[in-house]
């Protein structure tokens, strides 16, 4: 059966659409970069994320709406009425208070992907993108498209490439009416994408995410780390293929929880930091060879340590087992007012020039943005 195309029209339609739709996200971009700031302290998102996106409400754009013309003009309406009737039906429109002579804010929700969200992040940060250490054993099969061929199913056919293989056919043959341009494709016109099967090893990554949950760690200093987990696990996902994420909480001692308990989890008692390194220890020895995995140590406490010793054995553990291992280690001291913040000033003295080590001090909501450059900043 032969396919009639409106040649002009279409493409002109095509290309208005096209056009307006790369406009609207230059100015969507536009509008998240400049609440950034606000997105990330605030923790506007983390409510709005979907599977793949992230719901963003975006004030200030004027979205199309009704407006009233000018006085003195008349309108288009059915029946009987007075001048100055409503349209609406009986009851409807009986607000409550004084009407007021401003605008009204409008505020439009977006659906943004992740992916997109990461690389708005990194060029406001202005993060490099990740040099991982290695590929891994893991591989994955992809279809790559490669040229164009003669056959092939529909679902494949290539409309732009068949559309000009047609005009340049009825061109050479006379065929061609300008005054009626109606291009009508036959079999050999027909352009199909062909593709490659390729086999190539997949770049994984795990974030082990350690916090303190004792007393001196309270709701807010957990909502921070909540908040920052998240741009931390959007960036990385934007480098990596695969992503792990595991999960470890500590007083006196680790263990390893879901991600809701992680940031639900409220303990009391005293503080041993080592019991999370070494249950650390434990998971990247047992899951993740250092040679297939990219791996990343977060963690986050107040900087309160139970003693002396057990912040040496602290020191011992991150220079023995997860330094080696890691690509980085991040540890967060999230400010406190029950916390002595001694833990950050002890890694400073025994890691100096260790690029390695990526320390970072979180005030408050408003320094995780900084934060988030403290770690992520180097590329690594």
């Not at 793949?52 to 979205?63: A, C, E, G, H, L």
């Not at 732009?160 to 005054?179: N, S």
């Not at 004792?214 to 959007?234: A, H, N, P, Y």
């Not at 002595?340 to 995780?368: C, M, N, P, V």
Request: aromatic share 8%.
């Amino acid at each position: 059966m032969a396919v009639t195309f409106r040649a002009g029209y279409n493409q002109e339609v095509s290309l208005r659409v096209d056009q307006d739709h790369a406009r609207f996200k230059h100015i969507i971009r536009g509008k998240i970069r400049q609440n950034l700031r606000r997105y990330i302290s605030k923790g506007e998102l983390l409510g709005r994320q979907g599977k793949d996106t992230v719901s963003i409400p975006i004030p200030q754009i004027d979205i199309p709406r009704f407006r009233f013309a000018d006085k003195q003009q008349g309108g288009v309406g059915q029946g009987d009425g007075e001048p100055g009737d409503g349209l609406g039906q009986p009851g409807e429109g009986q607000g409550q208070g004084p009407a007021g002579q401003g605008e009204g804010e409008h505020v439009l929700e977006v659906d943004v992907d992740l992916q997109e969200l990461a690389q708005i992040l990194g060029e406001e940060l202005e993060l490099p993108n990740i040099e991982d250490k290695g590929k891994s054993r893991i591989e994955q099969v992809k279809d790559r498209y490669v040229g164009l061929r003669k056959v092939g199913p529909n679902s494949l056919r290539h409309f732009r490439r068949t559309f000009r293989q047609a005009l340049k056919r009825q061109i050479t043959m006379g065929t061609y009416d300008r005054a009626r341009p109606v291009i009508v494709p036959v079999r050999d016109d027909m352009r199909f994408r062909s593709w490659r099967t390729e086999v190539e090893p997949v770049a994984n990554a795990v974030i082990l995410y350690m916090m303190d949950v004792s007393g001196s760690m309270g709701d807010e200093q957990k909502e921070i780390v909540r908040i920052e987990s998240f741009w931390l696990d959007t960036w990385l996902q934007s480098q990596y293929q695969g992503l792990e994420t595991r999960f470890v909480i500590h007083d006196a001692v680790a263990r390893e929880v879901d991600r809701d308990t992680f940031f639900r989890t409220r303990e009391s008692g005293g503080t041993m930091i080592s019991s999370a390194y070494k249950l650390a220890a434990d998971i990247i020895e047992q899951d993740y060879p250092v040679s297939e995995w990219n791996i990343y140590l977060f963690h986050f406490s107040d900087g309160d340590n139970w003693s002396v010793d057990d912040t040496l054995l602290c020191v011992q553990l991150l220079r023995d087992k997860l330094m080696p291992a890691a690509n980085v280690f991040c540890y967060g001291q999230v400010e406190s007012p029950y916390g002595s913040g001694q833990f950050i000033k002890d890694l400073h003295e025994h890691f100096a020039g260790e690029d390695k080590l990526l320390t970072s001090e979180i005030r408050d909501r408003d320094a995780i943005m900084d934060s988030i450059k403290d770690f992520l900043g180097k590329g690594k």
